[in-house]
């Protein structure tokens, strides 16, 4: 008998969330993005729940579009639900195998990252999983969220005894587009400018809103008006000072101009800052919008975090 904890809302084993813990911990450092499980082991009684949800005997599809067809309990089912497959009860992974159990997962990013085999959050996790104890077996069978993890029972080791508390200092950079809050600034449809303190620069000229090296949480502001419905875009990009490359966004913020034509918003957003990176803030506007944006501020307010 395991012990069974909740991860997310999820059913894992100790050793399973340590494991979990550990992949979370180092994808949030390499990609900035948060590894979540969307479902975890499932009980006798939860798979065939599943089951029976998804997939009717021939009697009751009922004119229903069926997506696939699966044997079980002697009988032909067909699945009348788009969810995705299920395996037959008693024959699934989450339920547990053994010493191996299985989970979805998905993380936090803006696209398939981790769940997609092509993508370069999908393929560091492919080529680090067996770290964690794991193997991403769902991308045999078209569902690349599905994921083994091996040893279920095992105990994690016992975390290392707390380090004495530090204290923690804060430091703060405010940054404001000075063209925007002198004179304003009007962007058409497709269009975006990034923020600089020197009035009348040009749109793509940025100033660095962050100082030195460390943990922050930035919050940019915005004041806008245009056509309600149409739509501003906050990006915050992270350039590494001592290469050629682009600028990386890591942040996209989509907010949308209100019924009364505004937009008065502040985002918070948490990540370390590299020796030698810069951020840049910009707000630019997608092509689909109906109108221009009238924008009167766009500020910054970045706090670092030092620890001693």
């Known amino acids: 008998m395991v012990t069974i904890m909740l991860r997310d809302g999820q059913k894992v084993t100790p050793w399973m969330d340590y494991q979990l813990g550990r992949l979370d911990h180092d994808m949030f450092n390499a990609f900035g993005v948060r590894v979540k499980v969307r479902s975890g082991i499932r009980t006798a009684e939860e798979q065939l729940n599943i089951w029976y949800e998804r997939y009717v005997t021939s009697d009751r599809v009922n004119g229903r579009r069926v997506y696939d067809t699966r044997w079980w309990n002697g009988r032909l089912w067909y699945r009348i639900s788009p969810a995705g497959t299920v395996a037959q009860p008693g024959t699934s992974n989450h339920e547990i195998q053994g010493d191996r159990a299985a989970v979805d997962l998905y993380d936090t990013g803006s696209d398939p990252g981790i769940t997609s085999k092509n993508s370069a959050r999908g393929r560091w996790y492919r080529e680090n999983a067996w770290r964690y104890d794991m193997s991403p077996s769902g991308d045999g069978f078209g569902e690349g969220w599905h994921s083994d993890i091996n040893n279920i029972g095992n105990t994690p080791p016992t975390p290392p005894a707390p380090p004495r508390k530090k204290e923690t200092k804060v430091k703060s950079y405010h940054y404001e587009d000075a063209t925007a809050r002198k004179s304003g600034r009007t962007v058409k449809p497709g269009e975006g400018f990034y923020l600089h303190t020197t009035e009348g620069v040009k749109p793509s000229q940025a100033t660095n809103i962050v100082g030195n090296p460390g943990n922050y949480s930035i919050t940019p502001h915005v004041y806008a008006t245009g056509t309600p419905g149409d739509v501003v875009e906050l990006v915050l990009l992270w350039d590494a000072t001592r290469t050629d490359g682009p600028h990386s966004p890591h942040y996209v ?55 001693a």
Do not use: C, M, W
Not at 281 to 302: I, K, Y
């Open 253 to 307: 913020e989509r907010l949308i101009i209100d019924k009364d034509g505004h937009l008065n918003a502040s985002r918070e957003f948490k990540r370390g800052v590299a020796p030698y990176d810069a951020v840049y803030l910009r707000a630019s506007t997608p092509a689909t919008n109906e109108g221009p944006v009238q924008f009167a501020l766009l500020d910054s307010d970045a706090y670092l975090f030092i620890t």
